[in-house]
Structure formats: C-alpha cells, structure tokens
C-alpha cells in the first residue's frame, strides 16, 4: 500500500480502516487483538518514514505486527487470519517478502536488529533496522544483553518502545517531552556538537557541559538506555501520527542507536479492550458489539483442573510456591498468586530465572510448582539441568499447552517438551490422560522429593468413557484393556493415553478389538509393562508430541535392551516438521493423526 505519499489526513483515515479491518477479522477469527489495536499508528508511521523493501522491520513477537501484514498486500487475505491454510497471527517470512523474521516469542527484536546492522555495516550498505518492542518483552534480560553491545558498538538501529503501561514505567509528563524531543532534536545535536568543538581538550568546560546535559536528562524515563550508550526520544504520543513522523524521521537522520520510547493504549479504539489487560490480548471469535464470546461453556480446560488442584493443596501445604513467567491466567496460576501473593509470583517474561529461582526454593525445603508452557520452557532449558537437575533438587515443572495448540502455530506448538527432558538425569517425566489423573499428578509430584515434569494440552484433554484411574506409583504403567488374542496393543500417554481409549472405542464399533496401555511414565519407564506389551503382533504408539525423541523411541530403546522378540511398532506421535497454525482438529487431521483416522488405518 502506498504511504508515503498520503497526506496527515489520509494517513488518519488509513489508521481508522485498519482498525476497523482488524476488529471485522479477529471478532470472527480470534487473535492477539489489543495489542495490535493500540500499534497501528505506530506501524503505519514506521511505513511513511522507513522502507520496509530495505530497511529490516523487526516485531518483538510480532502479534502487534496485524497493520504492517494489511499494508504489504495482506488486506484481502487477512480474512483467513489464523486459519489453517491461511495468513499467520505472526510475521512469517515464508508468507510475505516484508516479514524479515519469524517472530513468536518474546524479546528476541534488539538481538535480531543488532545481527541486521552487523551485517548492513559490514556490506556497506544504506539500510537502518528498525525493532519495535513492548507488551513485556523489555523484561527479559536478553533484550539488555544486546542493548549492552549496542551501546559498545554504536550501530545505527532505532528500537522504538511500544509503553502500553506493560513495558516500563509511567514518564512524568509533559517537561519529559519537551526536554527529550529537544535533546534528540537536529537543532540540539548542532549545538552540542558545536559546544564539543569549542571546548575542545578543557577538561573543566568538558565536565560542565556534560553535567548540564545529563541533569536534563535525569528528568527523563530515558536515564537507563543513555547508560547503556542509546541515545533517547520520549515519550511520545504513540497514537499522534503527525508527532510519530517527525520523531521517526529525527531517529532516522540521526545515523547511531536511538530508542524512541512511544506512549499507547493498548486496545486503541475499541472501548471494550482499551486498557483491558490479558483478557483482550489474546481472544477468542467474539461479537464486537456486545464484546461477549461466541462460544462459552464446553468441557473444562486441563488449566483449570491444574489450577484448582493446585490451590487446594496450597492451601493444605504451606511449603508449596509456584511460579510462572508473564502468563498468570493462561497457567492458571492468576488464582493462587491472588490467595498467596507471598508464596506465588509472576517473574515476567523471564523464564530462565522463573526456573533457577525455584531451584532455591526447593534448595530452602519449599516445593515450588514452576508453570510454563511447553513452548517457553525451552527458554528455561540449561537452568532446568544446570540449576535442578545436576543438584537433583525436587523443582516440579508443570507443563502446559503439551501438544498441538492450534491457532498460534509454529512458534507456540508444544512438541518437544518429551524430547528434549528426556535425556536429563534425575528427571522424572509423567502424565495425566484426564481430570482425575491431574488431580492426582498434582499431589504426586511433590513427594517424589525429585525434579520432576508433568505435561497436559491446551483446552479439553481427549474425551472418553472410560474413568478409571489408578493413582500413580513412580515408574508404573496401568493396564486399561488386556487382551488374550494378543494382536493389536494400543499405548498411549498422557492426552495420548486418552486419545488411545477413544481409539480403542472406535475400533470396536467395527469390530476390531484392541488392548490398552496407559504408559503414564516416560521416564522412568515401566520395563515389566512392556515386556508384556512385546507379547502383542502390533504395536500403535499415540502421543501428541514429536516422534524424534519421543515416546516411541523410548519404547523401543527399552525393548532393545530387554533380549525378547521387537514387535512390529506404529508411531502416530508428531513427524519432524513444525507444525503449521489453524484449528487443532484441522492439524490433526491434516497429519492423519485424529481418532478416526487412527482407528482407519488399524483396521486394515
């Protein structure tokens, strides 16, 4: 879309269209909808200023990015927004030119543009990354880390700080912009570098003029990056598109590192989201009129079952303490740090320290419950050997969204949680098929008195009839179904194991009999289980996590080390390749896994 040569007005006209397009989609669609509302002047003041064709446009997680896909030849096929087959919710290389990183999780924007304006120095080029950060993501350390060999190294970037009152803290009004917009300004920087000139090697004028400089600058929310060696504008209006333009095109002249720290609402523009905190980040179809979802109700979430379980025992154990990163209500841990605020926290978008933290706590005799989802615990990955493993210390990491979690896509996919924990020592890894094996997972964990992993999916766990549960015994397999005939054995864990007796039911509609293993542990394994498992003809392994790796290969390494006859083995786990984005039965389907398709292929 061409914007450079629309006028003030026509660009305000712009901002409202895109608006209104992103409200139409996401209310039917779904999506990170306030975050995206409150960037659009932002983003389309980026485009009047910047040349996304040249100049590297990089998104801090990118789920504000929807005004930049609708300006780069996206606007008719943002319909399909999420939807299998159609446009991500993330910026996507593979989908558009424009997109310059694949972008899901967060604070990675500064790294990236710092690696960009490496690479455009060394060629030599006329090109200036620009990183849009915020929702959070100035949380993580990583985001310091590159600011640190920024300010070392004085590369041209502008980061540009989208302060929707989740980012940094509130600027102190009206002298702070003044003072900042006339520090950054091309009149300014003239008159500095003049003074620089005039002094010249006195020492005595050089400390004058420095201290003047900095007793503005103090007065700024801006004193931290200046420390960093960034220079600094801000705050600026971030829905004052007249004001964005000028600022960005100060930053772009200004030819070395500069963060343009910009003031939003989150929710720009539609009433009912504006300041509305997590519940508008990301949302489910909804009627944008009354602003109520469009499906409610449906079978409780495996969240919840974990979050009430968990309350309950905190509230008869005051040695249990939790942690989660950033994602309180999405963990279901929002409920405890309400009750407990003294035994339940928040870190922010700081895994690696959610899980050393919780290291120390069970160090202290505690019994902390660190709540991720599988997705971000790769971001946790050397603290969870480091810090747990290696001291063998009893951190319990309950592992949320295990599986196919739908319309996030590839950045968000839980599938490799099994595969990259099993092959730490002293980690226990198990799973629950249901409510009743949550609850109970819940209280096991704890007296393990070991590091220990449980996972359960997004949503619903896979229903089924069958309710039996056997509490769990470290290291132990329960038999849901034996079978005299011995033909066809179906092992499943975790959501699998439920998946495994929904199969189970579908096959004996057609007459097809078949036995059923809940593994329940990974690791340890049950070995005596599975030395009865080999006695079947064939084998069908059902997991919702990757096949490299995973409960498959468990199997079978163990059957290789018992001196038996190996079965012939099915794997109906996750192939190696990232999973796309779209309705999770969509997905399923498209892989061949889902129940039915399950059951089809094994009554051939």
């Keep these: 879309m061409d914007v450079k040569n629309k006028d003030i007005n026509e660009l305000v006209a712009l901002c409202a269209d895109i608006r209104k397009r992103i409200l139409d989609v996401v209310s039917k669609n779904g999506g990170h909808l306030s975050s995206s509302l409150g960037a659009v002047e932002l983003i389309v003041a980026m485009h009047a200023v910047f040349d996304h064709t ?268 939790g942690v989660t990163a950033a994602m309180p209500s999405g963990t279901g841990l929002d409920k405890l740090i309400e009750k407990f605020p003294d035994r339940f926290w928040d870190v922010a978008i700081a895994e690696q320290h959610a899980v050393t933290s919780c290291a120390a706590l069970a160090k202290e005799g505690f019994k902390p419950f660190c709540a991720l989802y599988s997705t971000f615990l790769q971001r946790g990955y050397d603290q969870v050997i480091h810090d747990c493993a290696i001291g063998d210390l009893p951190v319990i990491f309950a592992i949320d969204r295990a599986g196919i979690v739908g319309d996030d896509g590839s950045t968000h996919q839980g599938s490799f949680d099994i595969t990259f924990l099993r092959g730490v020592p002293n980690l226990v890894l198990f799973a629950p098929r249901d409510e009743a094996s949550l609850r109970n997972a819940v209280e096991f964990a704890p007296s393990l008195g070991k590091p220990c992993a449980f996972r359960y999916p997004r949503g619903a766990f896979v229903k089924h009839t069958i309710a039996e549960f056997a509490p769990f015994e470290l290291g132990k397999a329960q038999w849901i179904k034996k079978l005299a005939d011995r033909k066809l054995l179906l092992i499943g864990y975790g959501n699998g194991a439920a998946k495994a007796i929904r199969v189970g039911e579908i ?14 542990f990974v690791k340890p394994i049950d070995r005596e289980a599975l030395v009865e498992a080999a006695e079947y003809e064939k084998i069908a392994v059902l997991s919702d996590s990757s096949i490299n790796g995973g409960v498959t290969g468990a199997i079978l390494e163990t059957f290789a080390t018992i001196a038996i006859k190996i079965p012939r083995v099915i794997s109906f786990e996750l192939p190696d390749i990232f999973l796309p984005h779209g309705a999770s039965e969509k997905i399923e389907e498209s892989l061949n896994i889902s129940p039915d398709q399950i059951a089809s292929e094994l009554a051939k």
């Design 507 to 520: 096959l004996a509609e057609s007459g097809v009999s078949a036995a059923i293993l809940d593994l329940r």
């Design 54 to 321: 040249r100049d590297p446009f990089i998104f801090d997680v990118s789920h504000q990015a929807y005004a930049h896909k609708l300006l780069t030849g996206r606007w008719e096929s943002f319909v399909t927004l999420r939807q299998f087959g159609g446009i991500s919710g993330f910026t996507k290389p593979a989908e558009s030119d424009a997109d310059y990183f694949v972008a899901g999780h967060s604070s990675t924007s500064v790294s990236l543009a710092v690696g960009a304006a490496k690479a455009i120095w060394i060629k030599n080029e006329d090109r200036l990354p620009v990183a849009l950060i915020g929702d959070g993501a100035l949380s993580a350390g990583m985001v310091y880390e590159a600011m640190n060999e920024l300010g070392d190294r004085k590369y041209p970037v502008v980061i540009i700080i989208n302060d929707n009152e989740m980012s940094i803290a509130k600027p102190i009004g009206a002298i702070s912009l003044a003072l900042s917009s006339a520090i950054a300004s091309p009149w300014f920087q003239k008159i500095k570098a003049s003074i620089d000139s005039l002094i010249g090697g006195n020492e005595s004028l050089s400390y004058l003029a420095k201290r003047f400089e900095e007793s503005l600058r103090l007065i700024t929310p801006g004193i931290l990056f200046e420390e960093l060696g960034l220079d600094y504008i801000g705050p600026v209006d971030g829905h004052d598109l007249a004001a964005l333009i000028k600022v960005f095109e100060r930053a772009r002249g200004m030819k070395k590192p500069v963060v343009v720290h910009t003031r939003t609402i989150k929710g720009k523009g539609y009433e009912p989201s504006e300041g509305g905190g997590e519940h508008w980040h990301g949302v489910q179809p909804f009627d944008p009129e009354s602003g109520k979802p469009l499906v409610t109700g449906g079978e409780k979430s495996a969240t919840k079952i974990f979050s009430e379980a968990l309350l309950a025992l905190a509230e008869k154990d005051d040695r249990v303490a």
